[in-house]
């Protein structure tokens, strides 16, 4: 932190946490976030064997340990949370015929509720570290809207989707805000 001097540190996004408390296995390397190499229901498991991941399970707690001394250390630094957006996720999952979670109206549904929910869990995390909480959705996919990468994607449906989950995060009393990147 020193090195850099940042005004703000996102201390929770590890797209791996959940996959690895499921039972997904994980390859490490030396400089990158872990890869998930595996399937969830792989090795015999069923649907009725997995669960939503509580705060003490897996890499959690270091996670929340972590932000706290961030808050303790640097009282200055804003800490903000992550979480992948609604078109960025729907366009890297796929159905099981092969199309893009995005383009199932129920499945797009499923994914920007299932995010409401994880915006809500890291924002309620973050308030107990007595923090004011900025929530960002990192859409990095949205570079590819209007190319023929993305025919049939509607600016209105977008616009929905990140403003569905942005009135989860006010409901929560944070701010709401979107990432995208080339």
Known sequence: IE???PDGVPVIFDLQLEA?????????????????????????????DLHIPQAHEGRIPVMLDAARSLRQNYPDIALYGLITGPFTLATGLKEQQGKYAYYDPQLRDVIVKLLCLKATWQIRRLRQLQVSVLMFMDEPSLVGFGSSACLGVQADDITKDLNEIAGAIHAEQAWAGVHCCE
Request: include cysteine; hydrophobic fraction near 40%; proline fraction near 12%.
């Open 20 to 48: 690895e408390i499921l039972g997904c296995q994980l390859q490490w390397a030396p400089h990158n976030p872990p890869a998930v190499i595996s399937h969830p229901l792989a090795e015999g498991k069923t649907l009725a």
């Open 3 to 5: 090195e850099y001097e």
